[in-house]
T-cell receptor, first 114, second 113 residues
Framework: EAAVTQSPRNKVTVTGGNVTLSCRQTNSHNYMYWYRQDTGHGLRLIHYSYGAGNLQIGDVPDGYKATRTTQEDFFLLLELASPSQTSLYFC?????????????FGPGTRLTVL | GEQVEQRPPHLSVREGDSAIIICTYT??????FSWYKQEAGAGLQLLMS?????DRKEEQGLTVLLNKKDKRLSLNLTAAHPGDSAVYFCAVTHDSGYNKLTFGKGTVLLVSP
């Protein structure tokens, strides 16, 4: 089974702060994703990638950058954090399409921007 | 883009009762349909998935029905137990994209003894 880990698990920062959320998957999946989860909105896709060096824009990308440095590692960057980015962030990975479209999720990072 | 509506947002049932969650989607090209479960403090885990050529799938007390004509996907927990209490999400995608899932907003299911 895919293993997806996230760090940190909890983060508190101030408005204007610089935050990096990290995600690592160890099952050689090609696809990786960053979501945010907010009450009343479900999961919303921020950015995703289908391989090292690739980046695709998701549905709610404003205020976020991402970088996929290796097949295993995907980072989400908030360079000027705002209170509206207070949320629960999930990373996920998957092999691909069709029968391999299952996404495996990490445990989440709770970010609070004061 | 794809729009997914999920209902109900909250559902309370007694142990042994069935619980039905429904999602409707807008894009007729949607080809992959799935249900995820999120337990308290955890990430999402896949429960079941079907491709567009499947109308019904049953596994371990769960039934997924796909009505492509009405663009409706349902999850039926046929005999719910307290351990089923969690948040449930439907998620769909086209098969021509990069596996970009569109999620419903979730249903909070509470199963009481």
């Amino acid at each position: 089974e895919a293993a997806v880990t996230q760090s940190p698990r909890n983060k508190v920062t101030v408005t204007g702060g610089n935050v990096t959320l990290s995600c690592r998957q160890t099952n050689s999946h090609n696809y990786m994703y960053w979501y945010r989860q907010d009450t009343g909105h479900g999961l919303r896709l921020i950015h995703y990638s289908y391989g090292a060096g690739n980046l695709q824009i998701g549905d709610v990308p404003d205020g976020y950058k991402a970088t996929r440095t290796t097949q295993e590692d995907f980072f989400l960057l908030l360079e000027l954090a705002s209170p509206s980015q207070t949320s629960l962030y999930f990373c996920a990975s998957s092999r691909g399409q069709g029968n391999y479209a299952e996404q495996f999720f990490g445990p989440g990072t709770r970010l609070t921007v004061l | 883009g794809e729009q997914v509506e999920q209902r109900p947002p909250h559902l309370s049932v007694r142990e042994g009762d069935s619980a039905i969650i429904i999602c409707t989607y807008t894009d007729s090209a949607t080809a992959y349909f799935s249900w995820y479960k999120q337990e308290a403090g955890a990430g999402l885990q896949l429960l079941m998935s079907v491709l567009s050529n499947v109308d019904r799938k049953e596994e371990q007390g769960l039934t997924v029905l796909l009505n492509k004509k009405d663009k409706r996907l349902s999850l039926n927990l046929t005999a719910a137990h307290p351990g089923d209490s969690a948040v449930y999400f439907c998620a769909v995608t086209h098969d021509s994209g990069y596996n970009k899932l569109t999620f419903g907003k979730g249903t909070v299911l509470l199963v009481s003894p």
